[in-house]
């Protein structure tokens, strides 16, 4: 198996769909906030609450992302062989958690 091959996005339709509904979802979101922002009038609390759904939004839909990888990479590295680079990949996305 080739390394792009290895690395390849393998996500469900399920997953996949729901990421992309999430994302589009998200995009709105963040269209809203930019709108926001061009209102003088709008508090600037309001702002910092659409940001934090924003950003549970993202968390979500890393979480979909990081479940299909730990399903689909992490437990079948040690059948894979490749058990020591899984482990620092997944450490360092962790990091950023």
């Known amino acids: 198996m080739n390394k792009a091959c290895a ?5 469900d ?3 996949r769909e729901q990421s ?8 709105g979101h963040v269209e809203g906030i930019l709108r926001m922002l ?4 709008i508090y600037c609390v309001d702002v910092l609450k659409q940001i934090k759904a924003v ?3 993202l968390d979500k839909v890393g979480g979909l992302v990081l479940r299909s990888h730990l ?12 058990t020591d680079q899984i ?7 962790l990091k950023y958690r």
């Open 7 to 11: 690395h390849a996005l393998h996500l």
């Open 13 to 15: 339709a399920e997953t």
């Open 20 to 27: 992309r509904r999430r994302l589009l979802s998200i995009k």
């Open 38 to 41: 061009e209102d003088e009038s």
């Open 55 to 57: 950003q549970g939004a």
């Open 71 to 82: 399903h689909d990479h992490v437990v079948t590295a040690a059948d894979r062989g490749d």
């Open 87 to 93: 482990v620092t990949e997944l450490m360092e996305v």
